[in-house]
């Protein structure tokens, strides 16, 4: 089956700076690529997602990058702010009409300190 | 637009006895989605309902079932619970499925003694 692989584990950066966190999947046939933040006592917010056939989305501070060939996507989030502070998991899900399992990665706490 | 509601929001059972957890979709929304999600083992996808029928189940015993009514509302259940079936239970709506996003609930604590 699909198996995602998430890194870092953990992401401290300074407010202002840039954050990305990269993540690969091993099924070629996987085709939709969402990303979520999940804070502290909360189920999971999508924060933006991409499919198989862009290879890059942004949403004001926040991208997601694909790269099909190798595998991998990525989310940067720029001009950090204290709120981006939480747990952000990639998710990746196989081809087919039907099918709406995700497979998650294994989570980055991201930590934007003052 | 209300969004995905899950109760109860906590739990808390002996082993060996059951469990049915409740999820209303957003509005509109027909495909309902189940994930537990431990320290240990992460997010894990249990199954999915679409029109009152289960579409796609993860690799759980059977001890883990569940339901959708025919107003998109579903519910889960677990038999026989076991220490290590304490997790936060998730349920993600998504319009039909497929192509389209899930949004998750805020999830039902379950913690087993």
Redesign the interface.
Known sequence: GENVEQHPSTLSVQEGDSAVIKCTYSDSASN?F?W?KQEL??????II?I?SNVGEKKDQRIAVTLNKTAKHFSLHITETQPEDSAVY?C?ARRG????????????TRLQVTL | KAG?T?TPRYLIKTRGQQVTLSCSPISGHR?V?W?QQTPGQ????LF?Y?SETQ??K?NFPGRFSGRQFSNSRSEMNVSTLELGDSALY?C?S?LT???Y???????TRLTVT
């Open positions: 939709y969402p979520y006592g909360k189920g999971p917010q999508l997602d499919r998991f998710a087919s009409g039907t099918a709406s399992k995700l497979t998650f990665g294994t989570g | 995905v899950q495909s989605s994930y992460g997010l894990q996808f999915e679409f579409r796609n993860g998730l993600a998504s499925g497929g192509w996003e899930q949004y998750f609930g805020p999830g």
